[in-house]
């Protein structure tokens, strides 16, 4: 019984929701079964936890039996089924009066069933108008407009009324920009996973198709989301892809129509430029740790990199991170005593620990960096760890501890290799770190060491962190 469909639905409503689901069934238009209202009573009474004892098949039947006529546990069955049914039913009657969209769309079928044309044309305009003041620039926007006009147009066949050909290509205009705005971004997102955990080589069919239709269709290309996805599947799909008037005008582009776009493709889209932005600047491209910085600080200022009303805990130290590699240390240490309490309670403190730590560190405080970090609680997140572990690094090798240095070197890089659940692209990212920190460290011991391999090797190494200190490493290092 605790695994049954009947609980498992109890289990995904609220309280106020449960309450308004015994007004549903009380009023037996919806639930004419005495017995299976009954059984809603019972189970109500073990909400939320519904635990397993008190709600077996036995038992109910055995608490029935005694309020009437004996009920045996086969014959719960048929009442079980209806009351599932009918919390069914108050699942679908919740979810229409919460869309007022899909309320509307029903409406229209409802209208077109019963023949009330007048009615249907008035729906009609409503809908027409609620889509365009609150449109969002997304692909449910062109699937309702499609849908919306393939019910007027199968109206019209109907009640034969004129059809026009105009009306005819709005829907078929509808239905293109539906596919491929939804396609374009499924592809985004099988290309970004792609580059995070190395899968197999991502197929481009059909988009090569659209990405020329594109190029063909002005009218198309023009829209923001396409135009938008498009960017992106170039940079995702060719690692040497960079036009630098093309990224100012797409980030632009975001910047000006993000609002536009539903909550959850904003966050998406600004995390796809912020990386985009990493990526350029690990290849050295001249200014993207300061785009990386103006990307995430709008992100954050207009509460687009929010989860559940709380700063995302990593964005928050991605932030410091790259403010103090810009030399914003005042700026940063203003925006932790201002902005922590945006974070989430589970992370605030680690946050807040880690964020304090990397300042210091920046500001070659590297005995307070040590402390702060002594106090984080790693076991949060393995994110914890590696954020300790990487500044740790940095403060042995500018505290000069190198003999401690190299043991927490070669356990780091043990550690690394055996982990199997970091991804591969967070992997490569950390041994390139501890190799070259290796390299920095032997530096004066070894012949076959010099300065010069050393910046090319840094240079041409695009996966790796902490690329600014250690550029400032190198150029520390005596010329041989």
Known sequence: MEKSKLVTLLKTLNKKELNELGLFLESKFHLKDGTALSIYTHLKKYYPEFKASRIEKQRIANLLSKKGKKITVQQLKQPMFKLTRAIEDFMLWKTIQNSSHDRDMLMLKTFQQRNLNKFFLKKVEEVKDDLEHNQEDDSNYYLNSFLLNQIIYRHSRMQKLATTTDSLKTQADSLDLFYCSTRLREQVILLNRGLIVKEEQVDLAFVDEIQKHLKKD????????LRIYNFFINCLSDDKYYEKKEYQSIKQLIFDNIFSFPKREQRNIIILLHQYALKLYNREEEGFLEEQFIICKFGVEHKILYEDNFIMPFIFFNLIQVACELNKTDWASQFIENNINLVAPDFKDNIKLVSKAHLSCSKGDYEDTLI????????????FDL????????CYYELEEHDVLQSYLDSFYAFVRRHTQMSPYIKERLQNYLQFVNKLLKFPYHSKFNKTDLIESLSNEENIYFRTWLNQKVSELPNT
């Open 218 to 225: 002005n009218a198309i290309s023009k829209v923001p989301i």
């Open 372 to 383: 702060y970090l002594r106090d984080v609680d790693y076991k949060k997140n393995y994110y």
């Open 387 to 394: 954020i300790i572990k990487t500044l740790t690094i940095r």
